[in-house]
């Protein structure tokens, strides 16, 4: 009212015209007002509508986010009867796609394959184009492991062996890592705290690259994604010395994890998630929600990512997802303090 009324003052109009034309007017405008209120549930309960949502994945094609993106898109348009349309939007290790999620509105029409990056680059990075209290979490997806291998010929054969070896020679070993900020480097910088260990990072470019120079005897163990090791494992060309999960993964059922080998509550996992920009209705969440574990459930995607020993997790409750980004943030941001690794 108080809109209308400031404008048929700016109109010029007389008072008492203006006030007998807002005595007509105020029921139209009460009414137009309560029908807005009432539209907004009724749309969102009636989400997706058939209208197409997209879901970015914030790294180029072709990766393991990129993999899960598009058996999710699939698998999840299938529950909610609609076209989700992978959007890859690569850069700045996920800051760039994420940030542009967190800046779309919260209707549930754009969604977020996110990842651990969310929590580690809290750490990581001194300045962030986005907040994490911009992005509804909505479930967690799937949950991978970094597991520590070497060449045959290295000469340790388990992590205690490897351990002590480092003892024995401090400085004269090097590890490598899949990036600066990975959880391979990020684990691993975890490890030397936790073990005392003096041993020098070496960052490539991707898990292929840092492969390539361990069997060539360059470099002397690698901590990495487990399936970007599984197949070199598989072949022999690979010893596996530990696996970071907290429970030993089906795909290295004879690989102790770090923890049984002396280091209880280590973890070192990578996972990805659904995210979404903070606000969503609660009729929208509890179908995204509702539509992702259908998906996660569905053969397909049990089949392919339990092929590469990745672990879908039961989805209970919204808070599930959101406690575990909380925890992803202290632990990794401790390890970022102490290793004083940093990206920018």
């Given amino acids: 009212m108080h809109a209308v009324d400031k404008a048929c003052r700016k109109a010029g109009m007389a008072s008492s015209v203006r006030n007998t034309f807002l005595k007509l007017m105020a029921p139209a405008l009460i009414a137009g007002m309560a029908f807005t209120v009432a539209a907004a549930p009724a749309r969102a309960a009636d989400f997706p509508g058939g209208k197409p949502i997209s879901l970015v994945v914030p790294f180029p094609a072709g990766g393991g986010t990129d993999f899960i993106g598009r058996l999710l898109a699939s698998e999840m348009g299938k529950a909610l009867n609609t076209t989700i349309v992978v959007e890859n939007k690569g850069g700045a290790n996920s800051n760039i796609g994420t940030a542009y999620v967190t800046q779309a509105r919260p209707d549930g029409y754009t969604l977020l394959v996110s990842g651990v990056g969310i929590a580690t680059n809290q750490g990581l990075y001194s300045k962030l184009p986005y907040k994490l209290d911009q992005l509804d979490q909505v479930a967690v997806l799937a949950f991978g492991s970094d597991v520590l291998v070497t060449a045959p010929t290295f000469p340790a054969k388990t992590l205690a062996e490897f351990v002590e070896l480092v003892h024995k020679q401090p400085g004269k070993y090097s590890y490598a890592s899949s990036g600066n900020g990975t959880t391979g480097h990020l684990g691993m910088e975890m490890l ?11 960052p490539y470019n991707g898990g292929s690259a840092a492969i390539n120079d361990v069997l060539a005897g360059r470099v002397d163990v690698l901590f990495v994604n487990q399936d970007t090791a599984l197949p070199h494992v598989r072949a022999g060309k690979l010893r596996a010395l530990a696996i970071g999960s907290a429970q030993r993964n089906p795909t290295y059922p004879d690989t102790p994890t770090v923890a049984e080998s002396g280091y209880p509550g280590f973890s070192s996992e990578y996972w990805f998630g659904l995210s979404a920009p903070a606000g969503l209705p609660p009729p929208v969440f ?15 995607i049990q089949e392919k990512l339990g092929a590469v020993g990745l672990v879908i997790p039961p989805l209970t409750d919204r808070q599930q997802f959101v406690t575990l980004v909380e925890a992803e943030v202290q632990k990794w941001g401790e390890v970022v303090r102490v290793s004083g690794a940093r990206i920018d």
């Fill in 192 to 202: 030397k705290q936790r073990a005392k260990l003096d041993i020098m990072h070496v």
């Fill in 286 to 300: 509890q179908k995204l929600f509702e539509a992702t574990r259908s998906a996660m459930q569905s053969p397909a």
